[in-house]
Every structure is written in C-alpha cells, then in structure tokens.
C-alpha cells in the first residue's frame, strides 16, 4: 500500500518539474523585439525631418525638379579648387613659395581689329634699293586706282623708292622697290615689320585684268 502512493508521489513531482523545464525553454526561445535604431541624417527632406540640425547642403531629390540635374539622384561636391583666370596675372600652380612661376595673360575684349597700316608716298634716291612683295591689292570704284598693302621695317632702314606697273593683256604686273635711306648715316633700326600702304594710280584701266605681284 506504500509502495504505489510513494510511485504516485513521485509521478507527480516529476511531471511538475517538465512542466517547468518546459515553460522555462519556451520563454527563453520567445524573440523580443529589437529596439529601433536611430535614424541617419540623410540628405533631403529625411534628414530635415529626424534631425533638424544636419547638413542639407547639396541636396538633389529625384532630378525632376531640379534645373540641369539629370535624375540620378546624386549628390555632386562642389569643385575645391578655382578655375583658372581667362587672362591677367596667374601663378603655375605645381610650384609654391620663391619658385612660384608668374605669367600675365593678354585681357582682350570685343572683336579684334586688323592692325592699320601705315600710309606711305615713295621716295626716289633710296640705297641698295631691291624688289619686295607685297601682300594685298584693293583696286577703287574708278576701275584705275589700286590700293597695296606690304610689310616692311622701319625707316630709315626700309624705305619705299618706287613702283613699277608693266600692262599686258591679261595681267597687270606691279613692283616695289625698297631700300635705306642714304642721308641718315649710321643709325640702327628696330628689326620689326610694319605693315604699310601705298596708292598707285594705274595709266590705263585695269578692265577685268588681273594683278601680278612683280617681286
């Protein structure tokens, strides 16, 4: 009679305990809820939102709105270095201190001007007088008249003596002739060209005749 009310006693202990092995495994493998992080600044309307007090600099949406973006979305940096100056002064940038390089670039503004020549008469009795081309004939409205443009130095090293016109007839053929001037004595002269501009009057017309450069 003892036997089967302690086994009794006993089935009942041990199903109390499973009972609370039981509770205690399922508790532990229930999942808690993860807490949510915290947003990040982002750029746009996000981050003016979860954090009022980020950089929205540089903001870019989708595209559509936004003039000369090209949808994608991103966010482009601003250049960090100035760009180069069109003209004045400007520094090589690959060397610093004492060794910087300084150059000056030519401010142009408006359209450039060809440059005015120089209007010339001859003058007969020049020295080492020789033949020299010239670059332009520009005949006048009276069909007689012919405007020519040269390059020469400067005088009194470089001084026109005087033309030459041969007709033929199809051609008409102009020469210059240059030379120093043999009164200046020994000087020297600036060894630039000049472009310069003399009239020669033709004694015939020149009536559909072409121009021939005699040098």
């Given at each position: ?30 999942p808690v809820a993860a ?66 390089t300084v150059a000056t ?111």
């Amino acid at each position: 009679m003892h036997q089967p009310l302690r086994a009794l006693v006993a089935t009942v202990v041990a199903a109390a305990a499973l009972t609370i092995v039981v509770a205690t495994t399922s508790s532990a493998a229930t999942p808690v809820a993860a807490e949510p992080a915290p947003a990040t600044p982002g750029a746009g309307a996000a981050c003016a939102i979860d954090n009022p007090d980020c950089d929205d600099i540089g903001f870019v949406g989708d595209g559509d709105n936004e003039p000369g973006s090209s949808g994608s979305g991103v966010v482009t940096a601003p250049p960090t270095t100035a760009p180069a100056p069109s003209c004045g002064p400007t520094a090589d940038g690959s060397r610093s201190g004492p060794n910087t390089t300084v150059a000056t670039l030519p401010c142009l503004s408006g359209p450039q001007r060809r440059p005015q020549p120089l209007i010339v008469v001859p003058r007969s009795g020049m020295a080492n007088v020789r033949p020299i081309a010239f670059t332009s004939a520009t005949i006048r409205s009276d069909d007689r008249t012919v405007d020519i443009q040269f390059w020469g130095g400067v005088e009194p090293c470089s001084v026109l003596d005087h033309v030459d016109v041969a007709y033929d007839t199809d051609t008409v053929t102009i020469t210059l002739w240059d030379g120093s001037d043999p009164n200046a004595g020994m000087v020297a002269c600036e060894d630039i060209a000049m472009l310069k501009q003399v009239t020669v009057p033709l004694g015939q017309a020149l009536a559909g005749r072409r121009i021939v450069d005699g040098a």
